[in-house]
C-alpha cells in the first residue's frame, strides 16, 4: 500500500534540474531520477519546465508540484505492484496524447519509483521483479566512445560511434574489452591531434576535432589493433539524422546529399567498417528511407529512435512497412513504464530487436540497467564505460550478473 510519494528538483548531468520521486510503500521504498535529451525527436512526449528566470528556465517545480499536490492524493492507499493501472491512472489523469498537462517527467518519475518500491516490498531485485523469474539475459552492451552531432563541440555529423563486444562470453568481459579499447582510443587520438582530443561529450566518448565520419571510425579501428578485439568488438553509429536535415538534404562531411546518395554512403561504410548497426540514419518522417536502407542491408541492425519514440502507434506503422527493425527504447520519449514495455513486447512479437537506451543528460538512477534485463533487450546503450551518470547503469548491470551467477547469459545477435 502507498504511503507517502514525495518529489523533488535535483541536477542532472549536464547541470540542469531533473525530477527525482520517492515513494514509499509499508514495507518497500523506491527513488528514481528522470533523464533528459538534447537531441529530442519531436514526437517525444511533453517534458514539463518552468519557463523564466530561474535555471534559464529549465526548473522543473511545475513538474514536481504535479506529483506532490496532482498525483500524489490520487495514488495513495493503492497497491504499488498495480503498476499497470497506477500508470493508466496518471494517462487519464493527465488526458493528453503526449502527456503536456502534468509532463512525462513526473508521471515516468512516480512510474519508475513505484516499480522499485513494489519490487522492494515483494523481495526481490528490480529486474526479477518486472521480468519474472526467468530473467536470465544480460544485454550486450553499446557504448559510446566518440561523440559528435549535438553532443560535442566538433564538426562530426555523426552523433554517436559506438563498440559492442559481441565476441565476449559474459557482460563483465565485454565491459572490460570495451574499457580496453575506449583507453586505447584516448591515447590514438592524444597521440595524433592532441591533449584537447580526449576531451568528452555528453555521453562520456571523446570529443575530437575532427571533421569526417572515416576519420573517426579509423581512429577506432587502430584502437582495435592496439587492444587486441578487432574480432570481439563490432561498431554503431546513431547519426540522429534529424540534427543534420534540412529541407530534403543531409549535411555530412561538409557535403549535402540527397536521401538515396545518403543511403549509398550508409552501404560504403558498411562495407568498408565492422558496422553492425545503424540508429536514426535518417530523419524523424523517413519511414520510406528506413524501409529502402533496411532492404538494401539485410544483415544490419537498423534502429528507430527519433523515428519511433517508444511509441506504439508510430512503431505499429514502422513495422508494417519493414522501416527498420530495432526499436529504440527510451522511457522519458512515452513516460511511464507500461507503455515502454508494451512498445518492446510489440518490438519482440514483430521479430525485431529492441534496445534500451539512456539520454544525453543523465542521474545516478540506475534503473535502466534492470529494465533492459527484465524485457530481455538484445542491446543496451548508456554512453562510454566513464563518467558515474553512465558506469552507474554498466555498475548496476555487473550486479545482476552476480546475483544471477551461474544462471547468467550474454544475449547474442
Ligand atoms: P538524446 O540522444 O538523449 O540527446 O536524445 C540520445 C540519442 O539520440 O540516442
Ligand atoms: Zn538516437
Redesign the pocket.
Known sequence: EIEKIHAREILDSRGNPTVEVDVYTCCGFGRAAVPS????GTHEALELRDGGDRYDGKGVLKAVKNVNEVIAPELLGMDASCQREIDDLMINMDGTANKANLGANSILGVSIAMAKAAAMSSGVPLYKYLGGVNTVTLPIPSFNVLNGG??AGNELSI??FMIQPTGAKTFSEGLRMAAETYHALGKILQGKYGVGATNVG?EGGYAPPLIKTRDALDAIMSAFDVSGYGDEIKIGL?A?ASSFYMEGGYSVDGNRLSPGELIDYYVDLVNTYPIILL??PFEEEAYDDFARLTAKLPGTIIVG??LYVTNIKRLEKGIKMCAGNAL?LKLNQIGTVSEAFDAARMSFRSGWKVMA?H??AETEDSALADVAVALGCELLKTGAPARSERTAKYNQLLRIQEDLGEAARYACI
Open positions: 535529451g538534447a537531441s529530442t549535438k553532443h552523433q554517436e555528453y546513431d540522429a540508429e536514426d529512435d527519433d529504440l537506451s539520454r544525453s
